[in-house]
């Protein structure tokens, strides 16, 4: 049958699998909407602002691990999805985007509402497109969801001037194959770059695994499992690395770094090995970088050469899947117990309980995180914004599943909250989704409540309220003289009247007496519900590692000291 | 041992001529900080593809980071770092030099000496075109200095390994074997030349 542009791009995301778009028309848009109101296998979610597309398209595909899709109008919607798009660069997320251009003739004449989005988007998407033929956009999408999903994946935009999406009709016809000699995504490594890897494992004595989100990616959370438990080696996870092994696991010893536990950026510290996984030595992880495990040997395993030695020379760097890498060399490794250094390991616990959470006459916002996890019984989807509240709910909760934290890390994209969880529940309906949101990061995404109402996405949004530009507040207090210049929030709505505006429940909570009700509350009252918790307002993210130092330079909560082992 | 660092480096990259390949490379070597001393383009033997002669400077932490963001663009076919290889290397210069009556002759001479050809004469100046490696080029242009030069226009430099026998190509180099995964053994990597912490909240 013959069809349009537009038509054949809704045939072709239907080829593709696709059956949600997170988007928001416009004039140039217009046709493929036209096109799109009559595939009802294509559900379309109409959003308030076209940042949230992008981002509902990101927690879509982090939650599914499928690509996500959204779509926008040229000129200002396009470029409203530049943040979204940076998010999911940063930190390998596949979302296709779909943005109208003017038509063909017009571009490169400041025609209305006309912007060069497949130049912006540059240096944000993994690649892009500009599709100047009918006949190029079947091929456009089958490649684009290829780049988007393999290797390691990103973002991809493609750009269709409005005549190309309501000129010419054509033939439908879906490309067998992709047509792509300058791309090859790696699959099983060369056996001997796992061998040199393997040799390394065999003869350390004081090794950790350093899980990142490629484990995620990759879906080798089984086999990171067992090659832990073959040999015996303590697994700390990267913030976007959270649940590639359960926190219940006797091996995961947590979260490295500015903000990650101090036992596990203690035993990088004085490992002999650190392997690597998926993981791509982010400043927040090493901190200063000439004093990163510096006894240490490192084996690098990446689909992305170029993170090799882009940070931290690696001894035994391998190129390679990473579920495909593991399977080659689980086998070479040997069965070990490491018992000493796994002592080592029990002992820094013991003596630096970064969990600790201490009795306040004021809510704490780590007391929050605690409830919901429990209430949650660490099985719910997290999702958060950036900031205080975002390494309290890393830290705080009981992660037992893959792909249940999802959050903005190399970007730190406040903001991302509020649509990254609508886009969570839309893909695992089945999941309790819980949004932790910075008061901060959530006035900058709320309208999109209104998408929530409109389609019944069942998202519980806590607020942890502390009136402040909180991490900012936090830095002020360490490093500028405590001169808290632009960090408070005065204006600050009242969210509890806020949801209710938008005619969903609100709650307010002030006690931590009251945290446990209000989230069983939430999570019986059906639909979104946005519940207020009003925080401390100075309360401090421990330990840290400030910006550039090493773990010697940690500070550590003060009243921690000698409270022992915590969670367990 | 920086971005800094005048060391040179020849790159070959084969490409897809699909619209706005160039901006992605150039993009990609301004964002990352890495600098090019020439680029060259053109066509090559094979349909839809053209080849780049990169000349990058920097130390060997930059040259690997730059070839292998290159391999990752995906309209980027093959790259070659060929620094290491027996090549040719050629560069095309016109100069534009001023002339009087009296020294023309003198002009002509030097332009004789190199071996380079007059392709246009006016009535105060002379287009004198070269071929050679840059070093040629340079001396040339020395010499040829002191007369006043109007105009300079090099193309930058085009590199092509020597065929030896079996007429190896370009291309046949690779950027890095570990990228490759050909030969895989830990193979030399450069170390690092220290990317500094970032101060970001
Ligand atoms: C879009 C954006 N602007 C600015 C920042 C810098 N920043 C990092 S954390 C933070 C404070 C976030 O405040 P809030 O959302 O209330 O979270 P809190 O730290 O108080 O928990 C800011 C402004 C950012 N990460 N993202
Ligand atoms: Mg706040």
Known sequence: ?568 | MNALSREQHTIIALVQDRPGVLTRVAGLFRRRGFNIASLAVGASEQKGLSRLTFVVTGDQYTVEQATRHLEKLIDVVKVSNISEEDVVARELALIKVRTTPTNRSEILEIINLFRAKVVDVGTLSLVVETTGEEEKIDALYDLLRPFGILELMRTGRVAMVRGKTGGRVSDDVGADALIMGRNGATAELAVGSAPGHYEGV
């Not at chain 1, 988007?23 to 308030?48: D, M, N, Q, T, W």
């Not at chain 1, 919607?77 to 997320?93: E, F, P, R």
């Open chain 1, 1 to 568: 049958m013959e069809m349009t542009g537009a038509e054949i791009i809704c045939e072709s995301l239907l080829r593709e699998g696709v059956d949600t778009i997170f988007g928001l028309p416009g004039g140039a848009v217009l046709p493929f909407y036209g096109a799109l109101s009559g595939y009802p296998k294509l559900r379309h979610i109409l959003v308030r602002h076209e940042q949230a597309a992008a981002m509902a398209a990101d927690g879509y595909a982090r939650a599914t691990g499928k690509v996500g899709v959204c779509s926008a109008t040229s000129g200002p919607g396009a470029t409203n999805l530049v943040t979204g798009l940076m998010a999911a660069q940063m930190d390998s997320v596949p979302i296709v985007c779909i943005t109208g251009q003017v038509p063909r003739a017009a571009i490169g004449r400041d025609a209305f509402q006309e912007t060069d989005i497949t130049g912006i988007t540059l240096p944000v998407t993994k690649h892009n497109y500009l599709v100047m033929d009918v006949r190029d956009i079947a091929p456009a999408i089958k490649e684009a969801f290829y780049i988007a999903r393999t290797g390691r994946p990103g973002p991809v935009l493609i750009d269709v001037p409005k005549d190309v999406l309501a000129g010419d009709k054509i033939e439908f016809e879906w490309p067998d194959e992709v047509d792509l000699p300058g791309y090859f995504p790696p699959g099983a490594p060369d056996p001997r770059q796992a061998r040199a890897a393997a040799d390394l494992i065999n003869r350390a004595e004081r090794p950790v695994i350093l899980a990142g989100h490629g484990v995620l990616i990759s879906r080798a959370w089984n086999e990171l499992q067992e090659l832990a438990e073959k040999a015996q080696i303590p697994v700390i996870t990267t913030l976007l690395g959270i649940g590639a092994m359960s926190t219940e696991h006797v091996l995961n010893l947590g979260m490295p770094g500015m903000h990650g536990m101090a036992y596990a950026s203690l035993a990088i510290d004085r490992s002999d090995l650190v392997i690597c996984l998926g993981a791509r030595f982010d400043d927040r992880v090493t901190g200063r970088l000439s004093d990163f495990a510096p006894g240490a040997k490192i084996i690098h395993v990446d689909v992305d050469p170029t993170e090799f030695n882009k940070n931290v020379v690696a001894d035994a760097p391998v190129l390679g899947d990473l579920k495909a890498t593991l399977r080659a060399l689980i086998p070479m490794v040997e069965s070990n117990v490491h018992l000493d250094w796994i002592k080592e390991t029990d002992t820094l616990r013991a003596e630096h309980p970064s969990l600790f959470i201490r009795k306040s006459d004021v809510l704490l916002p780590q007391q929050v995180m605690k409830q919901i996890s429990d209430e949650t019984n660490g099985e719910a989807i997290i999702v958060t914004g950036v900031g205080q509240h975002q390494m309290w709910a890393a830290q705080h909760y009981g992660y037992k599943e893959p792909n249940s934290l999802i959050t903005s890390g190399g970007s730190g994209a406040m903001g991302y909250e509020v649509p990254a969880a609508l886009g969570a529940k839309v893909g695992r309906p089945e999941k309790t989704v819980w949004s932790i949101a910075g008061d901060g990061g959530f006035q900058m995404t709320l309208c999109d409540l209104a998408t929530a109402v409109e389609n019944n996405i069942d998202v519980k949004y806590a607020i942890l309220n502390n009136g402040s530009l909180g991490m900012v507040r936090q830095w002020q207090d360490f490093f500028y003289d405590k001169d808290f210049f632009a960090t408070i929030y005065s204006g600050n709505p009242d969210f509890v009247k806020l949801a209710e505006a938008y005619g969903i429940r609100g709650i307010r909570v002030t006690k931590e007496e009251d945290v446990a009700g209000a989230i069983q509350e939430a999570m019986e009252t059906p639909g979104p519900v946005v519940v207020d918790f009003v925080v401390k307002e100075d309360e401090f993210v421990y330990p840290m590692i400030p910006a550039g130092e090493s773990v010697h330079e940690m500070l550590e909560e003060p009243e921690a000291e000698g409270v022992g082992f915590e969670r367990a």
